[in-house]
């Protein structure tokens, strides 16, 4: 960039404070005050020296324009929800206009992702991309639009479908009080209490773990999970990529060969199986020989005579 650079149109290109300072929505004050730190230190004027003036002013104005104010909204748990707050609103916006077309490729990746695996692909892509983000001034620009491609995409997979309600033209009359004791009486008659899904329980607070990159505590999580459904390929395979984050190869190739054997069309424990050694041509029999006819457990576990 040229010395005059840093216009005000120019700053205001970057309203996503996630994406300025390259951490993920679902990031704790650990986390943020991490990367902060890293950004921090790399753009400090005893690291650029030899560096030309250009450089040096992108260093100075980045850092006092760009990733401080990003940082002092992201380090108050209030401030953070409505930075989220406004990033869905800009996703709900774009939806609505059918404008919500990423060019990044990474973005595009992760919006046709299978429902099992986003959260691992959105922490993985964006952990890779904001490696660079602070390099250039020119790698800047460009990453942190993809960091904010990233961060739409991905709350626009966790927002689920986008429902755009009518106006209405009219008041409907609310039932009044006999009517709703009435009604609440034939409901609680007619439909018998769900039955409480525990291992499905432990599953979903491993999931909220995954989001803030604690993969230790969802770690614990899926195996209490795995204890109640053993059977459970979905299971195997999310404790396979906490088990694969924490670059535990290993453990991640018991489980993910564990989800395959369970459901060999699992699709994210397909994909991830070349990653810790897994070779699915072992893990798929030919076509009509007697292991590919065999069914369930008793199949999977049949010996051979």
Same mark, same amino acid.
């Given at each position: 960039m040229a010395q005059t650079a840093f216009p005000e149109d120019w700053i205001k290109k970057f309203t996503d404070p996630y994406a300025v300072l390259g951490v993920s929505v679902a990031a704790d004050d650990r986390r943020i005050l991490k990367r902060y730190r890293h950004v921090a230190k790399q753009l400090h004027p005893d690291g650029q020296v030899g560096s030309d003036e250009a450089v040096r002013l992108f260093t100075e104005q980045v850092f006092t324009r760009l990733v401080n104010p990003a940082y002092q909204q992201l380090k108050q748990e209030k401030t953070r929800s409505e930075?989220?707050?406004?990033?869905?609103?800009?996703?709900?916006?774009?939806?609505?206009?059918?404008?919500?077309?990423?060019?990044?490729?990474?973005?595009?990746?992760?919006?046709?992702?299978?429902?099992?695996?986003?959260?691992?692909?959105?922490? @993985?892509?964006?952990?890779?991309?904001?490696?660079?983000?602070?390099?250039?001034?020119?790698?800047?620009q460009h990453t942190t639009n993809v960091l904010n491609e990233l961060n739409l995409v991905y709350l626009r997979r966790k927002m689920g479908d986008l429902v755009i309600r009518e106006k209405r033209t009219g008041l409907v009359a609310a039932p009044d009080a006999k009517q709703q004791v009435s009604i609440a009486k034939v409901e609680t008659a007619e439909s018998p209490p769900t039955p409480v899904n525990y291992a499905d329980r432990h599953?979903?607070?491993?999931?909220?773990?995954?989001?803030?990159?604690?993969?230790?505590?969802?770690? @614990?999580?899926?195996?209490?999970?795995?204890?109640?459904?053993?059977?459970?390929?979905?299971?195997?395979?999310?404790?396979? @990529?906490?088990?694969?984050?924490?670059?535990?190869?290993?453990?991640?190739?018991?489980?993910?060969?564990?989800?395959?054997?369970?459901?060999?069309?699992?699709?994210?424990?397909?994909?991830?199986?070349?990653?810790?050694g897994l070779d699915l041509r072992e893990l798929d029999p030919p076509a009509g020989s007697k292991s590919s006819q065999n069914k369930g457990l008793f199949g999977i576990f049949a010996r051979k005579r």
């Open positions: 930075a989220v707050a406004t990033l869905r609103f800009r996703v709900r916006r774009l939806h609505k206009r059918d404008q919500f077309n990423p060019s990044s490729a990474e973005a595009q990746q992760l919006l046709a992702a299978n429902d099992p695996e986003v959260e691992v692909m959105y922490e @993985q892509s964006l952990t890779q991309v904001a490696t660079t983000q602070y390099d250039s001034p020119e790698q800047f599953a979903q607070r491993a999931q909220e773990y995954m989001k803030k990159a604690n993969y230790a505590l969802a770690v @614990q999580e899926l195996r209490d999970a795995i204890k109640i459904e053993p059977n459970s390929s979905d299971y195997h395979c999310l404790i396979g @990529q906490a088990y694969l984050m924490q670059k535990m190869t290993g453990m991640a190739k018991v489980h993910f060969r564990q989800a395959l054997r369970l459901n060999s069309r699992n699709a994210t424990a397909r994909k991830y199986a070349p990653q810790v």
